[in-house]
């Protein structure tokens, strides 16, 4: 189980979010039990024919919480109360969503849009991701494949459409491609917000995936 930004491969990898929580039915009662153990390591967690529940991790505090009820309703609802109420989303949000990496340009996104307005398919958001952004530095757009980036939530607003944009928790250390100094992380270096070495003084510089410069970890002001 790992919260990480990387395509599943068989049963070795999970996409994005872990909730570390089953639930149990009785077989005649209808009575429920719920156990969620909070531990932000990558662990294993494997169900037995036994019937049985094994979980192995490598680490951290092992914080497990057992709720019961009469239903599954209310351990759910034991559960929402101890982790917090989901967000209620935005109503366009549950709409259909087209996103992919490396589109290539904005005319290639354009195109992909009005194919499938000419089909009539109901798809409320478009998403770009990083490859939009000038060298994928946070905040930047390339200026010449994506150069009319800026008015392209007008062109999706014009049907209805949302525009959303795919931003990475970290800041590169490099120069925009034009080899101007990248403001945000400037801004970052005089407001001393990222996470230091140490010695408290060198920002610590680390890897957002294989094929994106080297990043420093942000802290938000």
């Known amino acids: 189980m790992l919260s990480r930004d990387t395509a599943p491969s068989g049963n070795v990898e999970n996409l994005y979010g872990v909730q570390t929580f089953f639930l149990c039915l009785e077989d005649t009662s209808g009575a429920s039990l719920g156990v969620f153990l909070l531990n932000s390591n990558p662990m294993e967690f494997i169900v037995q024919p036994t019937p049985a529940v094994t979980y192995r991790t490598i680490g951290g505090i092992l914080d497990f919480y057992v709720l019961m009820g009469d239903s599954p309703e209310q351990v759910v609802q034991e559960y929402v109360k101890l982790v917090g109420m989901p967000v209620m989303p935005s109503y366009w949000s549950l709409g259909f969503q087209l996103s992919r990496y490396d589109y290539g340009s904005l005319d290639e996104v354009k195109t992909v849009v009005e194919r499938n307005r000419a089909i009539g398919l109901p798809y409320d958001v478009q998403c770009i991701d990083i490859d939009s952004m000038d060298g994928k530095k946070d905040f930047t757009y390339d200026k010449t494949k994506f150069s009319e980036l800026p008015q392209f939530r007008h062109y999706l607003h014009q049907k ?60 938000s002001p």
Do not use: C, F, M
Request: aromatic share 10%; net charge negative; charged share 20%.
């Open 160 to 219: 209805d459409q949302k525009y959303v944009i795919i931003l990475d928790a970290a800041i590169s250390t490099e120069p925009l491609s034009d080899g101007s100094p990248y403001e945000t992380y400037r801004r970052g270096q005089n407001l001393h917000v990222w996470v230091n070495e140490s010695d408290g003084v060198t920002p610590l510089v680390g890897e957002v995936g294989t094929h994106i410069p080297p990043y420093t970890p942000y802290i």
